[in-house]
């Protein structure tokens, strides 16, 4: 053989060897749970790097997992709330946590339900709703029609014949790429990183990004870079329902969900996410308030009429003392929050307070069983609690967005106490 | 006129023309072996060389000269204007 | 079907050559039409219906050329008609689909006539094409070209590795070496091929992709870009389009190569230009020489002649007067590069980078003309003034491409702005809180602290830093394989450079394992999970 054709030679071998070597590296490692590859301590035993592909990697663990509970919602829900724990009663563990951070809305949870129940023995479904992420449209991105293509079944139940092609694929670019090398290179290094973050076999997020944002930056800091962030958010929700007319949108998906579990014999729990004082602002800054009202009436009423009552709705959204936390001074890195690490994440004791309030009986007052008969008196208890807090004593609010007076407030008298602080 | 007196009214048509005194063509000379003779220059050249001697080449060839050598010999065999 | 796509390394190029190499065993000739089929076929992957729009167009052309073969010498008048009508018409056939809709905008905005925008989709390579059988209809007019078939000059035309980006390749270079290549498998053709193909692939995959999407959101933000954010994406950019058109330039090379053919150079480091001129023969060389070739020089020659004709004054190196740089100079160079301008683009942007480039060129070669003037010693002032050059032209480029990019005038402008500090300086303040007492200081003097993330300040300076030093200071793909004749006419310099001795490619085992290790990086970006999106009201 000449030299050329030896260089073809060696090249081709070399190069088939290192792809190989590569796919193995990877399906080892891997870095998005696909496989269900043994977690090895110091390896690959927490998977950081499966965190911007959550519905890929969560449907494939909730195919191992084979859960009795499935616990469905955003962000709040994948960090807030874990599905292991005391707080959830034996009769209903193991929970599986298939909340998807994001903004993907009610449709990926009416979806996802039915990949549960196709995947596991599940008899019980906990859904947590928030004001911001329900409206979100039909999914129309080719990201989620690849997440529609990878479940077992179709909107309509039957077997998804597109499955076999997508898990393929799904296979190949999670073993031969260069994406996936990085990954996997990401998830070994990060192991010995003193707070490394996790999606663990049970789907429940932990809160490791928060930790080390606290700790390098402060609360104050979070707080106020996610209100800045989410301020926009709000406008351009109030510009979407606007001029909104008639039943909110995607409500008729929780009449769909409702019925579905009625039809497969799953116990449903309905909750309404809790925001943080300073989330709620935004919606009254935004004047969105009467929409959250609206929200809160409309599910009321299409809950209690398609349940028959046996579906409980949860609201744990108000101006309590579990929600309005004051923030830590800017600057300070050393004072923790209790219940929240920024407006629209809860910490992980407030979501178990909630798994307890909801099925354990526990007594703290903090959320309501909401039906058609106290929802009114609901929203008027809450906006009583807000005058109270934010428009009397003049409780500062938003933290670091400078304003002159709180939205609403009836001309009451407003405290001229400046407590904001930091980069105008 | 012979070659070389031809060759040195080329090289001074491209000292003026490039502003280096240094040039020194041969007849192997190419164009990409003196500095700052590129195309936009060789145009100029060519007008140059036309203008000197009275001559017209055609532009095929103007394109297919491979060395200054070529260029001096054509100047015998072109028409003139 | 592009090139950085599973199908085509994986489906066609397996398939194409394995074809090519067995029909050559047996004869030559079939070989060369299977190639040409496999072009046509390649061609029509994109679009099948284009194939209805090339194919008479081939035809024509070819009819068009065999009447000016015929007609030539015996009547050079009638040949003069057939040339020009045959230019015409391919002029209109690329004005129809690359420009009508510009036209129409552009009679809009000037008269305000309110004329609908036909919406024209552009064929494949088309641009290319064009210009290809123009000059072929010269060529043969000219008597440059002198014989040849319809399966050659199909061929010709439709070639695949050059149709998508190019280089503009002169049907004189080709042929010969269509004729004369053995049309089997030939290690040697291989393993060049092999080399210039990867190292094209993960370049484009590789360094130019990321970048690209790391800097898109700059250009869609719709508030003004500070100056750390604009350089990133002015200068972002112009890597990005470095290397994407290095890398497709390289796989180009490298596709032709499997045949056993050698295309011309396109890209040579241009960033490492010391000047303007310098930068436009190193850029897409096929271009700025099928320009030069066709139109500055003979509209050169031509207005030179006519001045001397005239009797007024010519160009004559350091004595040209203003009116003879004017016309004979900075004339043609502006109109030669406003072509090229349109050429690349149909919109006013690119029409002003073209002629933006051509004032910048004009500039240069005035320059040239009095710098003798007043520094004599033309050795002395290249050692001391080509790095001044280099950074002149380097921020000139940098500064053309924000036009290149942008999607109207008035963002160019806005980035350019950015750039000299217009619309402030912001700091993320993540990294701002890291400098101390340092940051009072630049806060007193305008810099401002933005909550936006430091990862993409930091992430982007790395991949800036990075392709930079790459760009600057690594020889490039043709001196590496020098030794090899990777393009036609690339040889070593008479002076090898101290690298070549034991860096310059040969076909080593240690090579072998190298361009693997290259390939990988490139086969392995070919595709990816796709990353969740986020959506917004």
């Known amino acids: 053989m000449n030299r050329p054709a030896r260089f073809v030679a060696i090249w081709l071998v070399s190069l088939l060897a290192l792809v190989l070597l590569i796919g193995a590296f990877n399906a080892a490692i891997d870095p998005y749970d696909v496989f269900g590859a043994p977690r090895i301590a110091g390896i690959d035993l927490f998977k950081p790097r499966a965190k911007n592909h959550s519905m890929l990697a969560k449907t494939y663990q909730i195919e191992r997992f084979h859960p009795v509970t499935v616990l469905l919602g955003s962000s709040r829900v994948h960090i807030g709330i874990d599905a292991h724990g005391a707080a959830w009663p034996a009769a209903m563990q193991p929970v599986y946590n298939y909340a998807i951070p994001g903004w993907y809305?009610?449709?990926?949870?009416?979806?996802?339900?039915?990949?549960?129940?196709?995947?596991?023995?599940?008899?019980?479904?906990?859904?947590?709703?928030?004001?911001?992420?329900?409206?979100?449209?039909?999914?129309?991105?080719?990201?989620?029609?690849?997440?529609?293509?990878?479940?077992?079944?179709?909107?309509?139940?039957?077997?998804?014949?597109?499955?076999?092609?997508?898990?393929?694929?799904?296979?190949?670019?999670?073993?031969?790429?260069?994406?996936?090398?990085?990954?996997?290179?990401?998830?070994?290094?990060?192991?010995?990183?003193?707070v490394v973050?996790?999606?663990?076999?049970?789907?429940?997020?932990?809160?490791?990004?928060?930790?080390?944002?606290?700790?390098?930056?402060?609360?104050?800091?979070?707080f106020a870079q996610k209100v800045a962030f989410e301020q926009d958010r709000a406008e351009g929700l109030a510009t979407f329902l606007a001029n909104w007319q008639g039943p909110l949108p995607n409500m008729d998906i929780v009449s769909r969900i409702i019925s579905?579990?009625?039809?497969?014999?799953?116990?449903?729990?309905?909750?309404?996410?809790p925001s943080h004082g300073d989330g709620l602002e935004l919606y009254w800054r935004a004047g969105l308030w009467p929409r959250v009202e609206q929200f809160k009436t409309e599910l009321a009423s299409v809950v209690a009429k398609d349940g028959g009552g046996a579906v409980p709705l949860w609201d744990f959204s108000d101006y309590s003392e579990w929600t309005t936390e004051p923030v830590p001074a800017s600057g300070d890195r050393k004072t923790p929050t209790r219940w929240y690490w920024e407006p629209t994440h809860f910490k992980k004791a407030l979501g178990a307070l909630m798994v307890r309030r909801m099925f354990d009986h526990d007594p703290t007052p903090f959320g309501v069983l909401l039906t058609p008969d106290n929802v009114a008196a609901r929203n008027a208890a809450v906006r009583a609690q807000r005058q109270a807090l934010v428009c009397e004593s003049g409780r500062a609010m938003l933290t670091a967005l400078p304003h002159p007076r709180p939205t609403g407030c009836d001309g009451s008298g407003i405290s001229t106490r400046e407590s904001h602080r930091g980069p105008t | 006129m012979t070659e070389q007196d031809k060759l040195a009214t080329l090289t001074q048509i491209l000292r003026d023309l490039l502003g280096d005194d240094e040039i020194a063509l041969a007849m192997d000379t190419m164009r990409e072996d003196v500095p700052g003779w590129d195309s936009f220059n060789y145009v100029n050249f060519i007008v140059a060389v036309e203008a000197e001697y009275g001559i017209k080449f055609r532009i095929a060839e103007i394109e297919s000269f491979p060395n200054v050598g070529a260029i001096v010999k054509a100047i015998e065999a072109a028409r003139p204007r | 079907m592009l090139f950085n796509s599973y199908l085509f390394i994986f489906g066609y190029m397996p398939v194409v050559l394995a074809g090519f190499w067995l029909l050559g065993q047996r004869r030559r000739d079939w070989a060369l039409i299977w190639l040409t089929l496999a072009s046509l076929f390649f061609y029509a992957w994109w679009r099948p219906v284009n194939v209805l729009l090339i194919a008479p167009s081939i035809a024509i052309n070819y009819g068009l050329s065999r009447a000016l073969q015929r007609y030539g010498e015996t009547r050079p008048v009638l040949a003069r008609v057939v040339l020009l009508s045959g230019i015409a018409f391919n002029i209109c056939f690329l004005g129809y689909f690359k420009y009508l809709t510009f036209l129409q905008g552009t009679i809009n905005d000037a008269f305000g006539a309110g004329l609908i925008l036909t919406h024209v989709i552009l064929p494949l390579g088309i641009s290319f094409i064009t210009f290809q059988k123009i000059a072929f209809l010269i060529d043969v007019h000219a008597g440059r070209v002198t014989s040849f078939t319809f399966r050659d000059y199909a061929l010709f035309v439709l070639f695949f590795p050059q149709l998508v980006a190019g280089p503009i390749v002169h049907y004189r270079e080709m042929m010969p070496q269509f004729h004369a290549a053995p049309c089997r498998f030939?290690?040697?053709?291989?393993?060049?091929g092999i080399s210039l193909f990867f190292f094209g692939l993960a370049k484009k995959l590789v360094f130019a992709d990321p970048l690209s999407r790391l800097i898109a959101p700059l250009y869609t933000q719709t508030t003004p870009v500070t100056m750390i954010d604009a350089w990133i994406a002015a200068l972002g950019f112009t890597l990005q389009i470095y290397f994407d058109f290095s890398g497709y330039s390289d796989m180009a090379l490298g596709l032709a190569r499997f045949f056993g053919i050698k295309l011309p150079v396109n890209f040579n480091s241009p960033l490492k230009?010391?000047?303007?001129?310098?930068?436009?023969?190193?850029?897409?060389v096929s271009l700025t020489r099928f320009l030069t070739a066709y139109i500055y020089n003979p509209l050169t020659l031509a207005l030179t002649r006519r001045r001397q004709a005239?009797?007024?004054?010519?160009?004559?190196?350091?004595?040209?007067?203003?009116?003879?740089?004017?016309?004979?100079?900075?004339?043609?160079?502006?109109?030669?590069?406003?072509?090229?301008?349109?050429?690349?683009?149909?919109?006013?942007?690119?029409?002003?980078?073209?002629?933006?480039?051509?004032?910048?060129?004009?500039?240069?070669?005035?320059?040239?003309?009095?710098?003798?003037?007043?520094?004599?010693?033309a050795r002395s002032y290249t050692r001391l003034m080509k790095p001044v050059g280099f950074v002149l032209t380097f921020v000139s480029v940098v500064f053309g491409m924000a036009l290149f990019r942008a999607p109207t005038i008035g963002g160019a402008v806005g980035l350019w702005q950015g750039m000299v500090g217009f619309h402030g300086l912001t700091v993320p303040k993540a990294l701002f809180s890291h400098f101390g007492p340092v940051a009072n200081w630049l806060q007193a003097l305008g810099v401002q602290p933005v909550w936006s993330s430091g990862s993409f300040l930091m992430e982007a300076v790395l991949r800036i830093g990075i392709l930079l030093l790459i760009a600057l200071c690594l020889p490039n793909t043709l001196e590496l394989l020098s030794r090899y004749e990777p393009a036609i006419g690339v040889r070593p310099p008479r002076q090898q450079p101290a690298w070549m001795g034991r860096f310059a490619w040969t076909p080593s085992p240690a090579w072998a394992v190298g361009l693997a290790c290259v390939a990988a990086a490139g086969i392995l970006s070919l595709g990816e999970l796709s990353e969740f999106l986020y959506w917004q009201f």
């Open chain 1, 105 to 194: 809305g009610t449709n990926t949870s009416y979806r996802s339900l039915q990949e549960a129940v196709a995947a596991g023995p599940v008899k019980n479904a906990v859904i947590f709703l928030d004001f911001q992420n329900f409206f979100a449209p039909e999914p129309t991105a080719v990201v989620a029609d690849e997440d529609q293509k990878r479940l077992l079944v179709q909107a309509d139940g039957s077997p998804n014949p597109a499955r076999r092609l997508q898990r393929l694929s799904d296979a190949a670019l999670s073993l031969f790429t260069m994406g996936a090398l990085l990954d996997s290179a990401g998830t070994i290094l990060a192991q010995h990183d003193a």
């Open chain 3, 273 to 284: 230009a010391s000047s303007m001129i310098d930068f436009w023969l190193r850029w897409h």
């Open chain 1, 260 to 273: 579905y579990c009625r039809a497969h014999g799953i116990a449903l729990t309905l909750a309404i996410a």
């Open chain 1, 197 to 222: 973050l996790d999606l663990p076999v049970d789907g429940s997020s932990n809160e490791a990004d928060f930790i080390n944002a606290a700790r390098a930056d402060g609360m104050y800091d979070l």
């Open chain 3, 310 to 377: 005239k009797g007024k004054p010519v160009f004559g190196g350091r004595n040209t007067t203003v009116s003879a740089f004017a016309t004979l100079l900075a004339g043609p160079t502006i109109l030669t590069m406003f072509v090229s301008g349109l050429w690349h683009g149909a919109g006013y942007t690119y029409v002003l980078w073209g002629v933006l480039h051509g004032l910048l060129l004009s500039v240069n070669h005035a320059w040239r003309l009095l710098r003798p003037r007043f520094w004599r010693d």
């Open chain 3, 186 to 192: 030939d290690a040697e053709n291989v393993a060049v």
